[in-house]
């Protein structure tokens, strides 16, 4: 069984940055992508990053990029997502998810296992 838990959202305000971490356990962590997914109320669920199993490839969704950086440290089991330059439009629910695959994909539905989530809120 595999375990995502996310940790580090909270209130920022417009401008400001947050650090969202995803601890994993449960099976080799190093060996499968990984991604972060988020979503707003009354809105689907969107893709927002995603890294490779070795963490040489990266991809961002285009309202983040330059902003969000995405990576991971295979020794802690940790994939990061560092968030500067916030936006109130950034204000969501973030999971991170992770899939039976070396290489990331922009679709939730190839994921197998998702966090719980963690909330970020932005105040203009």
């Known amino acids: 069984q595999v375990q995502l838990v996310e940790s580090g959202g909270g209130l920022v305000q417009a401008g400001g940055s947050l650090r969202l971490s995803c601890a994993a356990s449960?099976?080799?962590?190093?060996?499968?992508?990984m991604a972060w997914f988020r979503q707003a109320p009354g809105k689907e669920r969107e893709f927002v990053a995603a890294?490779?199993?070795?963490?040489?490839?990266?991809y961002y969704q285009d309202s983040v990029k330059g902003r969000f950086t995405i990576s991971r440290d295979n020794a802690k089991n940790t994939v990061y997502l560092q968030m500067n330059s916030l936006k109130p439009e950034d204000t969501a629910v973030y999971s991170c998810?992770?899939?039976?695959?070396?290489?990331?994909?922009?679709?939730?539905?190839?994921?197998?296992?998702w966090g719980q989530g963690t909330q970020v809120t932005v105040s203009s």
């Open positions: 890294i490779s199993w070795s963490g040489a490839s990266t």
């Open positions: 449960g099976r080799t962590f190093s060996s499968y992508a």
């Open positions: 998810a992770t899939r039976y695959d070396r290489h990331w994909t922009t679709a939730s539905q190839l994921y197998d296992y």
